[in-house]
Nanobody, 126 residues
Framework: QVQLVESGGGSVLVGRSLRLSCQVSGYTSSTNYLAWFRQAPGKAREAVAAISRGGGRKNYADSVKGRFTISQDGAKNTMYLQMNSLKSEDTAMYYC???????????????????WGQGTQVTVSS
């Protein structure tokens, strides 16, 4: 079993930065991709970014490209999402996920992920 625990969420002003962390543990050999998703009230869950466990491939949603950076520290078993130039529309519950992704084209598809964290709230205000 894979366990994921998010942290780092909070309330920030528009234009500021925030870094989310996801501690990964358990039988991680069963997964090859890690990802961040988010869900705002009344909206469907949407992909933010994904990264292969080896770090060789990264995928970003168009809405965050150029502002967010996904990374991981294998030694610490931790995945990060550095969020810069935050906008009010970035407000959402952010979830980290792990899955076995066969094709990179499915890296941002929530259906590719079988393990999910509990979420951490990010609120961006003006």
């Amino acid at each position: 079993q894979v366990q994921l625990v998010e942290s780092g969420g909070g309330s920030v002003l528009v234009g500021r930065s925030l870094r989310l962390s996801c501690q990964v543990s358990g039988y991680t050999s069963s997964t090859n991709y890690l990802a961040w998703f988010r869900q705002a009230p009344g909206k469907a869950r949407e992909a933010v970014a994904a990264i292969s466990r080896g770090g060789g491939r990264k995928n970003y949603a168009d809405s965050v490209k150029g502002r967010f950076t996904i990374s991981q520290d294998g030694a610490k078993n931790t995945m990060y999402l550095q969020m810069n130039s935050l906008k009010s529309e970035d407000t959402a519950m952010y979830y980290c996920a792990a899955g076995a992704v066969v094709n990179d084209q499915w890296a941002l598809n929530p259906g590719s992920y079988t393990h999910w964290g509990q979420g951490t709230q990010v609120t961006v205000s003006s």
